[in-house]
Nanobody, 116 residues
Framework: QVQLVESGGGLVQPGGSLRLSCATS????????MGWYRQAPGKQRELVAS???????NYADSVKGRFTISSDNAKNTVYLQMISLNSEDTATYYC??????????WGQGTQVTVSS
């Protein structure tokens, strides 16, 4: 069974930084793409950033220049470095992994709260 384990969320002051990690396990096949969605209370889930196994990246306009997604293909792990955080970044962040043979898999979510 494919599992995604996230870490790195927490409480941070406005202007601060956090780094999220998400490790995939349980599949003999590697993801062709991984990334992060987020969902704030009362709002729809939105794509934050994604990265393909070849290294192509995609970002939401709201995080461009502040968030950086990267991956370690050997470890099937994706990272999200977040800087200059503000209150609008407060949300639950969900990692996903797209595996051709088994579809899209999701992490349990990690809370990011930006508050003074």
């Amino acid at each position: 069974q494919v599992q995604l384990v996230e870490s790195g969320g927490g409480l941070v002051q406005p202007g601060g930084s956090l780094r999220l990690s998400c490790a995939t396990s349980g599949s003999i096949f590697s993801p062709w793409a991984m990334g992060w969605y987020r969902q704030a209370p009362g709002k729809q889930r939105e794509l934050v950033a994604s990265i393909t196994r070849a290294g192509s990246t995609n970002y939401a306009d709201s995080v461009k220049g502040r968030f950086t997604i990267s991956s370690d293909n050997a470890k099937n792990t994706v990272y999200l470095q977040m800087i200059s955080l503000n209150s609008e970044d407060t949300a639950t962040y969900y990692c996903f992994a797209n595996i051709v043979q088994s579809g899209t898999h999701w992490g349990q979510g990690t809370q990011v709260t930006v508050s003074s």
